[in-house]
């Protein structure tokens, strides 16, 4: 059972992106935008062995976690990175990780 809720939303939000970037396809497709610096949706199904519906599909996800947006060109969408959100979470994964004292980890 998940309970998220109960968590706070600081936790939810890092899990959530978390939960995004966890599909290698969808790395995948942000790899590849950040080495175009923006495409044609077609273009990413053309890169990655991924049918077009399952490339529409990841696309779908990392917009709904604002990681991309799209604009619309005739009867194609342009796809680039949102870099504003992408470092912001980046900084929330940061400061989560340096309270946990590294130095100190030993599982020996």
Do not use: W
Not at 71 to 97: R, S, V, W
């Amino acid at each position: 059972m998940r309970k998220p809720e109960v968590f706070d939303k600081e936790l939810q939000e890092l899990a959530e992106f978390a939960r995004v970037i966890s599909n290698p396809a969808r790395l995948a497709i942000l790899k590849y935008l950040a080495e175009t610096k923006s495409c044609i949706s077609g273009d990413i199904s053309d890169q990655l062995p991924l049918s077009r519906t399952t490339v529409s599909q990841h696309l779908k996800e990392l917009r709904d976690a604002g990681l991309i947006h799209g604009e619309i060109d005739g009867l194609k969408i342009n796809y680039c990175l949102c870099g504003g959100t992408i470092q912001e979470k980046l900084d929330k994964f940061d400061a989560f990780f340096s309270q946990i004292p590294r130095d100190e980890i030993s599982c020996q």
